[in-house]
């Protein structure tokens, strides 16, 4: 009869455990299977949790083991602290893995493909924050709990655990960049001053947020860079967001063309070439004169569109088809004028211009004579009470 606290005990017995762990994980994933023919959260249960559940298992087992088989007294006490370790890892490894799983779940619900996807990306942006934030506290937790296991340093851990405070204050004299980050990152994701998917211009760099995390943000840029900024850049800077609220935009196109241009039929022609394109939504069409100096007349034309992807290639497209109405029409191109002078003319003869005019003093006989009443010789008045001169 076989010996069961025997080396070769724990050998079948440990045999058996890892037999019956992976039976169990067989029972269950066969069930699993069966439920996600109806739903296909169930695959995506079993591929996330499979590795941690298996390790569970696998260490429950080794438990058992050890309870009924192990031989030795006296390194016993090394190999239950050893597994107590395990079951800590592989219990955090689970719990982790189950909340990712239904935080994954709340996330492929709210889609970022539909128009209107404001809401959808303020509630990923702050699952994907949350997220991490909890497998931090995990993580955390799990090192605290192992730390207690140790005699030695089970101050330490009870300290981690228990006074996160004073653990706190050390950590952020020692990281207060860090920590501002981190408290930044919290900040944008319950805050809604950018999410997943928005388009912002950072740095006169045009791009879309593709990924927020505690410390830093990734911004996309239309050329296909990644422009990484700390959290606090956000917190701290002034920057555009084009679709804080909504992803609508307007957007001008502006032409220099000649004073002959005809508005009318400028504005004709720019409704046809609005109505030949999907990229405008129909809310704003606007044609109008802004200026008219040094020989050029300014028309500026306001569009508008869906987002700004649409709206970059309306302004192009309306730009590049009034070009060619301009082109076509010749009447609208840009033209210097000079003005040639041969010679200088001839003055006018006084008389012929005094013939023609018809003044106050001038132009016919009584103007003329009230003209010499003001401006003949003065005459003399001699006093008669004057002494005549010496003889």
């Not at 702050?126 to 934030?133: G, K, T």
């Not at 802004?290 to 649409?310: N, Q």
């Amino acid at each position: 009869m076989l010996e069961l606290r025997s080396w070769i005990g724990v050998a079948v017995a440990s045999a058996i455990a890892l037999a019956a762990a992976l039976v169990v994980a067989g029972v269950i994933s066969l069930v699993v299977r069966r439920i996600a023919r109806r739903h296909d959260w169930p695959q995506t249960l079993s591929a996330t949790v499979r590795g941690p559940f298996r390790a569970l298992l696998t260490v429950v087992g080794l438990w058992a083991v050890f309870i009924f088989t192990w031989p030795d007294p006296d390194t016993s006490e090394q190999v239950a602290h050893l597994l107590v370790i395990l079951t800590i890892a592989a219990s955090a490894w689970f719990v982790g893995a189950i909340l990712a799983f239904a935080i994954g779940v709340a996330m492929a619900r709210l889609p970022l493909e539909v128009a209107d996807n404001r809401v959808a990306r303020s509630r990923q942006t702050q699952l994907i924050l949350i997220r991490r934030l909890l497998i931090v506290f995990i993580i955390v937790f799990a090192l605290g709990s192992i730390l207690i296991t140790f005699p030695a340093v089970a101050a330490l851990g009870t300290s981690i655990l228990a006074s996160a405070g004073v653990a706190g204050i050390v950590a952020g004299l020692a990281a207060q960049s860090t920590l501002a980050s981190v408290f930044a990152g919290i900040q944008i994701a319950f805050s809604g001053a950018i999410r997943v998917d928005d388009v912002v211009v950072v740095e006169d760099e045009w791009g879309r947020i593709q990924e927020i995390t505690l410390t830093y943000v990734v911004v996309h840029i239309w050329d296909d860079r990644r422009l990484v900024l700390p959290s606090t850049y956000f917190t701290t800077t002034p920057f555009e967001n084009w679709t804080r609220r909504s992803s609508e935009l307007l957007g001008a196109v502006e032409l220099d063309v000649d004073w002959q241009v005809r508005t009318s039929e400028m504005r004709n022609e720019f409704d046809r070439i609005l109505e030949r394109t999907p990229l405008w939504d129909g809310r704003t069409s606007v044609l109008q004169v802004t200026d008219a100096t040094g020989g050029l007349v300014r028309v500026r034309v306001l569009v508008s569109a869906a987002d700004a992807a649409k709206l970059f290639d309306l302004r192009c497209f309306v730009r590049e088809e009034l070009v060619e109405w301009v082109r076509e029409s010749r009447v609208a191109l840009p033209l210097s004028r000079v003005q040639i002078v041969t010679g200088e003319e001839e003055p006018t003869a006084p008389e012929a211009r005094s013939a023609d005019q018809s003044g106050l003093f001038s132009g016919s006989e009584q103007s003329q004579e009230r003209a010499d009443q003001f401006t003949g010789a003065v005459p003399t008045v001699i006093d008669s009470r004057t002494e005549s001169p010496s003889r």
